[in-house]
């Protein structure tokens, strides 16, 4: 057994460890843990009970303890490499307060003081139970003001409340240190005292208000000036804002009315849209049934990337409210592959046809936008594309890989002359047209920029300046209890409704379905003239 746990001294008077008190309130979340933890202890106990097995039930606490140990050190060991470094973790919370201090700092002050005025000395439910109820309001006096728990019933919640508490906390910290680091640290190292001061900076500023986030978004919709920065992205869009802590909430809140409201559905009528092309509307063309096999494979090639992109683009902003800041990344950068797919496929469908009669140059264009779109799909995943700093970079790269396709124009032009080919190419310029305009409004944030019920503060850090001394020493500024009205934000041309409905990041995906509805009428149009490039 291990040397710190193995005396379970049940009537210990070893005083508790007095600490200021720095939470009153619980998100659903805990409270879900708590039940999930209370539910197991039952079971356990009554086993316990039945059968007499107390020597075994603390055999296996003291082991439980140890396991316990074992993670909070290895919880300590990211944020804290040495006393010096502790020192400096305690200087740097000057930048937070009691109402603000992350949900995942709270558990790790926890932790730490539970390991050390409980841990290290013999084991005291009533420590445990008062450090518990100083950090997460009573949560374990819920459950017994309903409940007459027996000691044992009552020291296995516990404990398995505070180990669902150090997985849920260590999944998080390893996920923002993945994000940190780059993702390039394959071996395990002791981080230097450089490293922890910068983690432990960089980790309070950027879930600066996330433990206020958490509480409400779990009982309603956020404004901007609620959430912790990473999760800021227009500042123009100020209510109606999502803050889940599990997938469930996420895929119920489709069907609810949010700021994302029109963005999830807007693309998935557009996927349902192609469905109904793709399996009724084109086996019964006359396109379909005189094209080969070969070539309707291209088509629907097309019809599979088009649904990857409306739907990877719903499922985004769907999801896009998860608390999670690692997974809320990942899941942004499945809408940027579904856009990658489509316009790489929408490339090789209009290549495919406009060179239908070069069938080697025809193959080494497709080649050629294959690897393309297949590099594009890895730098999708690259953590600087999320970035809300590199949204002019992404429009860029996407216009240039929608480039590709007029290299294939070109040769034709060479080959049949250019009014030849412009004739041939004529019916993609109407998708060029809504594309081109959808992204007119995605990067001007038009129309809620001009947006007159609330004051904008647009002054907002981006993510290279959170560690700035004027971002860190003034902190608060950038988060309100409510945001700033004028007298005009009950008048309708105020455009107050630009948080749900109509606002630019709307009128983007409506442009977007048009783009990919035109140029399937394009492609459908181009495949029915293939004969005319002979």
């Not at 020597?55 to 082991?63: C, K």
């Not at 009552?154 to 923002?176: G, H, P, R, W």
């Not at 290549?351 to 497709?366: D, H, N, R, S, V």
């Not at 902190?475 to 945001?483: L, M, Q």
Request: overall charge negative; proline content about 3%.
């Amino acid at each position: 057994m291990s040397s710190s746990s193995t005396s379970f001294a049940m009537e210990s008077t070893t005083s508790t460890v007095k600490r200021p008190h720095t939470h009153k309130r619980y998100s659903s979340e805990d409270l879900r843990l708590l039940k999930k933890a209370h539910s197991s202890s039952t079971s356990i106990n009554k086993i316990v009970e039945g059968n007499f097995l107390e020597e075994d039930l603390l055999t296996s606490i003291d082991g439980f303890i140890a396991s316990i140990e074992r993670k909070l050190d290895r919880v300590e060991g990211f944020f804290v490499g040495s006393s010096s470094s502790n020192s400096s973790s305690s200087s740097e919370k000057k930048y937070t307060d009691d109402d603000s201090i992350a949900t995942l700092q709270n558990l790790y002050d926890t932790l730490i003081t539970i390991k050390n005025s409980v841990f290290d000395s013999a084991f005291n439910t009533e420590n445990f139970n008062a450090i518990l109820d100083e950090h997460y309001g009573g949560l374990l006096s819920s459950i017994e003001s309903s409940e007459n728990l027996g000691f044992h019933e009552k020291l296995l919640t516990a404990l398995n409340f505070l180990d669902a508490k150090i997985n849920q906390f260590n999944n998080l910290v390893e996920s923002e240190a993945k994000y940190l680091m780059g993702e390039e640290e394959i071996v395990p190292r002791q981080p230097s005292d450089a490293e922890n001061e910068y983690a432990i900076r960089n980790f309070e500023i950027k879930f600066h208000n996330y433990e206020h986030a958490m509480f409400h978004g779990s009982q309603r919709l956020l404004h901007y000036y609620e959430l912790p920065f990473p999760w800021r992205e227009n500042p123009y869009i100020i209510h109606g804002y999502r803050f889940h802590n599990n997938h469930i909430h996420s895929l119920r809140s489709i069907c609810s009315c949010h700021n994302e409201t029109g963005n999830i559905w807007s693309h998935l009528i557009g996927a349902f849209i192609f469905l109904y092309i793709a399996f009724y509307s084109f086996p019964r063309s006359a396109v379909y049934q005189s094209n080969t096999f070969k070539d309707n494979c291209v088509i629907y090639f097309f019809f599979a990337a088009s649904l990857k992109c409306l739907l990877s683009s719903s499922f985004w902003h769907a999801f896009s409210g998860t608390s999670n800041l690692y997974l809320r990344k990942k899941f942004a950068c499945i809408d940027y592959t579904g856009i990658t797919v489509l316009i790489t496929a929408s490339v090789i469908t209009s290549e495919y046809a406009a060179l239908y009669y070069y069938p080697w140059i025809q193959t080494g264009f497709i080649s050629f936008s294959l690897f393309c779109g297949l590099c594009g799909f890895f730098f999708n995943w690259s953590r600087y594309f999320d970035r809300p700093e590199s949204k002019p970079f992404r429009i860029a790269f996407y216009i240039c890989l929608a480039g590709l396709g007029v290299s294939a124009f070109v040769f034709l032009g060479f080959q049949k002359g250019f009014l030849h080919a412009l004739k041939f190419y004529s019916p993609i310029s109407r998708s060029c047209i809504w594309y081109l305009t959808g992204v007119v409004f995605y990067a001007s944030l038009v129309p809620e920029r001009f947006r007159t019920d609330v004051i904008i503060d647009v002054e907002q850090p981006e993510e290279a300046e959170l560690l700035k001394p004027h971002v860190t020493e003034n902190v608060h500024r950038y988060f309100k209890d409510e945001p700033t009205y004028s007298d005009k934000r009950h008048s309708i041309w105020s455009m107050w409704w630009v948080d749900y409905l109509f606002q630019s990041h709307n009128i983007w995906h409506i442009f977007v379905l048009l783009g990919v509805l035109g140029h399937w009428n394009a492609t459908y149009e181009m495949f029915s003239n293939i004969s005319y490039n002979k």
